[in-house]
């Protein structure tokens, strides 16, 4: 059974730093990319960073410079160093992992974690 489980949200002052990370249990399925994604109250849902298997990485615009996505060498743990942060960050942010599975690629969510950033 596949699992993908968000860690690392909390509350954080305004140019304060966090470091979220995310873990894929595939079981004998490949990983494939891995990325984070957030929601803020009233908002969609939206990209914040992906990371390929190969280590290319994509960012939105409002976090370049600020945010940095990379792996872990077994490519099943995704971590999100999260810098400058301001309050507009604020929101539920979600680890979503694409998982191999006889030959087709499925998405799989995380349950996410909330990331406050407030004096």
């Known amino acids: 059974q596949v699992q993908v489980v968000e860690s690392g949200g909390g509350l954080v002052q305004p140019g304060g730093s966090l470091r979220l990370s995310c873990a894929a249990s595939?079981?004998?399925?490949?990983?494939?990319?891995m990325g984070w994604y957030r929601q803020a109250p009233g908002r969609e849902r939206e990209l914040v960073a992906t990371?390929?298997?190969?280590?290319?990485?994509n960012y939105a615009d409002s976090v370049k410079g600020r945010f940095t996505i990379s792996r872990d060498n077994t490519e099943t743990t995704v971590y999100l160093q999260m810098n400058s942060l301001k309050p507009e960050d604020t929101a539920v942010y979600y680890c979503?992992?694409?998982?191999?599975?006889?030959?087709?690629?499925?998405?799989?969510w995380g349950q996410g974690t909330q990331v406050t950033v407030s004096s």
């Open positions: 979503k992992a694409n998982i191999n599975q006889y030959g087709r690629l499925y998405q799989y």
């Open positions: 990371i390929t298997n190969g280590g290319n990485t």
């Open positions: 595939a079981g004998v399925f490949k990983v494939n990319d």
